[in-house]
Structure formats: structure tokens, C-alpha cells
Antibody, heavy 119, light 108 residues
Framework: EVKLVESGGMLIQPGGSLTLSCAAS????????MTWVRQAPGKGLEWISY????????YYADSVKGRVTISRDNGRNSLFLQMNSLRVDDTAVYYC????????????WGQGTLLTVSS | EIVMTQSPATLSVSPGERATLSCRAS??????LAWYQQKPGQAPRLLIS???TRASGIPDRFSGAGSGREFTLTISSLQPEDSAIYYC??????????FGQGTKVEIK
């Protein structure tokens, strides 16, 4: 069974930093590109970052570019999102998801981890 | 950035009736369009990829159609468990995907 489990969300002050993690199991993690998508409270889905299988290419939404870094450790079956200079509008549930076909079609999602940025 | 616009914002349909959701892209995305269903407190679930291919385990009452800029998701006979928010997503610019704002389907 494919499983994605996010962790690392917390209450943090504006300007702070943290790293979100996504633990993958039930599939050959290194064979799939992965992504992070977030959802602010009561709002829609916002794609924020994508990483290819071998870590050779990474992409970011303009809203987070320069403040976040996506990475992966295929040996540990894990995906990460390092976030810096956090702002109040970064408050959201953060989901990791698997790209099933290399064309950004996300067939499995984690349950999400809540990041709250507030003073 | 490709902007995805969904309509209507809310759709109220009686059980057993047909529900048709629309999604329009600001520029052509070919057939590179996916639909997701999200229920309260849950992660999104992939329904449709490549405009019209149902994901594994998705009932055949869900169907997708369209091309270029205009797409539809049809639920042929609405069931109570279909109450959810539905999002379209363009995959044409796979390195920078965008989602529509969602259509909320309510059971009348």
C-alpha cells in the first residue's frame, strides 16, 4: 500500500524557519517525482514545489521562491521542504504527493501537516 | 502562469441527477488536465487524469471531457458520498502546475 506521512508542522513565529518531512512507503520512492501542495484554511489548493526523481531538477511557485528548498533522500524514502523567512500567509496544511506519470498528476497524497505562522 | 477558472462555485444537485462541472484554462493545455475530489478534513483524491482517464477505483459515474481550454467533469448520477469540493489542475506546464479555485458540490 502506498503511504505518505507528513510531519514537522507546528506553530511558529513570523520570520522563523522549519523543515517539513514526508515519509514514503509501499512503492519505489526513487522512481517517482514528488511535490508539495498547500491549502490555507478554508481556501483552495496551491502547488508550491516539485522535485524530479534524481533530484536533478527542482521547481518553485513564485509565492515561495527564494524562501523554500525542496529535497529528497531516496535512501531514506523521504521528501523534505525547508522553509525560511516564514510569513503569516504561509499558514496552511502542507501535503506531499506522488507524481504518477512524470506529468504532475498526483495519484497519492499524505494526510497533511499543519503549519501555523503567528506571533 | 496558466490560470484555471472553475464554474460554478457551488452546485446543488438532487441524488440521482447529473452534475456538470466546468473548468477553463487561460491558455491551451491540450489534454493535460486532471480532476481531484476533496472531502472535509481529507486530502485530495485523484479522480481523472489526461482529461478523461479515471484513476484506479473511481466509479464510472465520473467522466471527464474537453481539450485545449475548456473541460468538464460529469457525475452522471449523483450519490450522497459525492458531496465534496472538486478541483481541476492543468498538467501541461508540469513544472508549474496550477489548480482551479474549486467547485463545491452539494446534495439537494
Amino acid at each position: 500500500e502506498v503511504k505518505l506521512v507528513e510531519s514537522g508542522g507546528m506553530l511558529i513565529q513570523p520570520g522563523g524557519s522549519l523543515t517539513l518531512s514526508c515519509a514514503a512507503s509501499g512503492f519505489t520512492f526513487g522512481s517517482y517525482a514528488m511535490t508539495w501542495v498547500r491549502q490555507a484554511p478554508g481556501k483552495g489548493l496551491e502547488w508550491i514545489s516539485y522535485i524530479t526523481t534524481s533530484d536533478s531538477a527542482v521547481y518553485y511557485a513564485d509565492s515561495v521562491k527564494g524562501r523554500v528548498t525542496i529535497s529528497r533522500d531516496n535512501g531514506r524514502n523521504s521528501l523534505f521542504l525547508q522553509m525560511n523567512s516564514l510569513r503569516v500567509d504561509d499558514t496552511a496544511v502542507y501535503y506531499c504527493a506522488r507524481d504518477v506519470n512524470g506529468w504532475s498528476t498526483f495519484d497519492h497524497w499524505g494526510q497533511g501537516t499543519l503549519l501555523t505562522v503567528s506571533s | 502562469e496558466i490560470v484555471m477558472t472553475q464554474s460554478p462555485a457551488t452546485l446543488s444537485v438532487s441524488p440521482g441527477e447529473r452534475a456538470t462541472l466546468s473548468c477553463r484554462a487561460s491558455q491551451s493545455v491540450g489534454f493535460n488536465l486532471a480532476w481531484y475530489q476533496q472531502k472535509p478534513g481529507q486530502a485530495p483524491r485523484l479522480l481523472i487524469s489526461g482529461t478523461s482517464t479515471r484513476a484506479s477505483g473511481i466509479p464510472d459515474r465520473f467522466s471527464g471531457a474537453g481539450s485545449g481550454r475548456e473541460f468538464t467533469l460529469t457525475i452522471s448520477s449523483l450519490q450522497p458520498e459525492d458531496s465534496a469540493i472538486y478541483y481541476c489542475q492543468q498538467c501541461n506546464q508540469w513544472w508549474r502546475v496550477t489548480f482551479g479555485q474549486g467547485t463545491k458540490v452539494e446534495i439537494k
